[in-house]
Each structure stands twice: as C-alpha cells, then as structure tokens.
C-alpha cells in the first residue's frame, strides 16, 4: 500500500492550499476530493438536471466517466473526457457540490473511485470523510481547523482580493461558513468529524508556512 495521508476539516481552514504545498515538498500527489463532488455538481446542471433530484444525480453519478489527471499546475477533473477543472469554483458549483454530497448512492461511488485512485499512488488526500471513511488505515489523519471567525476573516479577504465580493458582508460570509458547517456536519452519510486517531491542528494561530511546517512535521515522523 502506498502512503496515504488524509486530510479533513471544514470549509476555510485552508485545506486545500495547504494539502497542495505538502503535497508537493513531500513529493506525493494531492488529491482534492471536493473537486468531484463540484465536478459532479456541474456535470448535473449542464445536463438540465435538478440537483435536488437525488435518483437523477445518483444515476447520473453511476453512468459518467469520472478522470482525475495531475499535471504540474495540479489536479484536473474530467467529466466524461470534459475538461471541468476551470468551471468547479464558482458560487453555483459550490452550492450544487453541497446538494449531491449528501445522496449516499453519490457519496458510494465517489468514495470507490477515491480508494482506486488512492491504492494506485503515494498520495496526500483532503476532504471531509478520508480518514474516517475513505481511507480508514491511512499513514497518517489530519483533522484541519480554525475558529469560525478566523476562516471567515480569511475567506472575505480572499474574496476581497480577488474582486469577486460585491456588497457582501463579513457578517454573509460568517453565516453562509456556519450553513455550510452544519450541512456538512449534520448529513446522514459520512459527515464531517473527526476520525479518533487523526492528529488535530488548528491554524486559528498560524500563518500558512506554519501550518505547513506543521503538518510536515507530523508526515516526515510518520513516515520514517
Ligand atoms: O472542499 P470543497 O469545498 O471543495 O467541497 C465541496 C463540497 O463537497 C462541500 O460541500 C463538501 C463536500 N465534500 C464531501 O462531502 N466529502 C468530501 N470528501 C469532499 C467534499
């Protein structure tokens, strides 16, 4: 078995940019998980379809071809051969990835193709169900988290920074962080916890190159 790292923890945390930079000093892949379930969400609404159709995602789930490729500038998701990587960041896709992540018969098939990528590759995985779900022997969990308040400070200034905040207010910015907490906390299939033996780190204290020292530390003692 390869070396697996699981990585989970709620929204803003800074999961992601930091499971890419780890990732790379430590020479693994980094597959980002929450990629599918938008890729999955954009793929239904191109297809006219109602996300809030659970029977017609979850078909539609089971009869697409789902790619993950890793190039130098990261991970591309390909739909059916389509290339969705450009499109998965977008309000839309954010709320349509929420909706089709709690339908179980989704939730089975990602987690198969999850493991199957996983088995093939030493890689560092980030979502919200990996050590407690996907890869439950990992060699290493990481729950990931902040205080609210910080991720939501760190999510405005990053709408901020990218222009994309229009008239939205810290205050939208903290209860839409908190909706999101308590869906995916609060789903039936495999909600956000953390697994028992997965080690906790909180960033509300630290800036993104602690974070990383941090968790590199945690990895390089694993495994040595
Ligand atoms: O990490 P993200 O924001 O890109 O994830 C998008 C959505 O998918 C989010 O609502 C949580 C969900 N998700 C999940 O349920 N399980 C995962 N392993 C990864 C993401």
Do not use: W
């Not at 923890?9 to 930091?18: D, E, L, R």
């Not at 939205?168 to 033996?197: C, G, I, K, N």
């Amino acid at each position: 078995m390869p070396v697996n790292i699981a990585m989970d923890g709620p929204v803003g945390a800074g999961k992601s940019t930091i499971a890419d930079e780890v990732a790379k000093r430590l020479g693994i892949l980094h597959l980002d998980t929450g990629a599918m379930y938008r890729a999955l969400g954009v793929a239904a609404l191109d297809r006219g379809l109602d996300v809030n159709d659970e029977e017609a995602v979850t078909n539609l789930c089971q009869t697409i071809h789902m790619d993950v490729t890793h190039e130098q500038g990261g991970q591309h998701t390909l739909v059916d051969g389509e290339d969705l990587t450009s499109r998965l960041r977008t309000e839309q896709a954010s709320m349509a990835a929420s909706k089709v992540a709690t339908y179980p018969g989704v939730r089975a098939e990602m987690v198969r193709s999850q493991q199957r990528l996983a088995r093939s590759h030493a890689m560092l995985v980030d979502g919200r169900d990996i050590g407690t779900r996907v890869l439950p022997k990992a060699t290493l969990k990481i729950f990931i988290t902040a205080s609210p308040e910080v991720r939501a400070k760190r999510r405005f200034l990053q709408l901020k920074e990218s222009g994309k905040l229009g008239d939205t207010t810290f205050e939208q910015v903290l209860s839409d962080l908190l909706a999101r907490d308590d869906q995916d906390m609060h789903r039936e299939t495999d909600p956000l916890r953390r697994a028992e033996d997965a080690v906790l780190v909180d960033t509300s204290e630290m800036d993104f190159e602690a974070s990383v020292e941090a968790i590199l530390a945690l990895a390089k003692e694993r495994m040595a």
